[in-house]
T-cell receptor, first 114, second 115 residues
Framework: DVKVTQSSRYLVKRTGEKVFLECVQD?????MFWYRQDPGLGLRLIYF???????EKGDIPEGYSVSREKKERFSLILESASTNQTSMYLC?????????????FGDGTRLSIL | AQSVAQPEDQVNVAEGNPLTVKCTYS??????LFWYVQYPNRGLQFLLK??????LVKGSYGFEAEFNKSQTSFHLKKPSALVSDSALYFC?????????????FGTGTRLLVSP
């Protein structure tokens, strides 16, 4: 089974802090994704990456950056955390070559910015 | 642009009754369609997908979905609901013809199955 592991289930940070969310997958997937989930808004794509050191902006990239130095690891960075970034963050991965393949998700990080 | 609509925020059904969770989509080309389920404090789990071929797709936990091209719908169904099916359900679409890997998700439908 595919395993996508997010480093923290719950995280509390302060406004203005630099925040790192880590995600690791064990299935040699080329694609990795970061979403945020908010009630009534569903999942919104922040950034995705289809290869090491490659990244593409999603629908809501403002205030975020990402890093992919190794194939299995995709990091989401909040440069200067703000209260409106309080949310559930979900990481996902998938094979690149077959777009009919599902994305596999981690269990999420519930981030609170105080 | 791709989009997905889940018109019901919540669906209530009694245990043992059939359930339907609705989804309609919009893509410029041909769709790949997916259903995911999310249990409390967990990530999304893949249930089933439509790629091509048979319009009735069977998936995990007894769920199935019917693809209807003329109505651009992909409704999730189960003949007999269980209390343990209570969860948040997401429909998602990808445009097969553009080659993009990006999925677009609906806003989710909460299913509540009462004993």
């Amino acid at each position: 089974d595919v395993k996508v592991t997010q480093s923290s289930r719950y995280l509390v940070k302060r406004t203005g802090e630099k925040v790192f969310l880590e995600c690791v997958q064990d299935m040699d997937h080329e694609n990795m994704f970061w979403y945020r989930q908010d009630p009534g808004l569903g999942l919104r794509l922040i950034y995705f990456s289809y290869d090491v050191k490659m990244k593409e902006k999603g629908d809501i990239p403002e205030g975020y950056s990402v890093s992919r130095e190794k194939k299995e690891r995709f990091s989401l960075i909040l440069e200067s955390a703000s209260t409106n970034q309080t949310s559930m963050y979900l990481c996902a991965s998938s094979f690149r070559g077959f777009s009919n393949q599902p994305q596999h998700f981690g269990d999420g990080t519930r981030l609170s910015i105080l | 642009a791709q989009s997905v609509a889940q018109p019901e925020d919540q669906v209530n059904v009694a245990e043992g009754n059939p359930l339907t969770v609705k989804c309609t989509y919009s893509v410029s080309g041909n769709p790949y369609l997916f259903w995911y389920v999310q249990y409390p404090n967990r990530g999304l789990q893949f249930l089933l997908k439509y790629i091509t071929g048979d319009n009735l797709v069977k998936g995990s936990y007894g769920f199935e979905a019917e693809f209807n091209k003329s109505q651009t719908s992909f409704h999730l169904k189960k003949p007999s609901a269980l209390v343990s099916d209570s969860a948040l359900y997401f429909c998602a679409v990808r445009d097969r013809d553009t080659g993009f890997q990006k999925l677009v998700f609906g806003t989710g439908t909460r299913l509540l199955v009462s004993p």
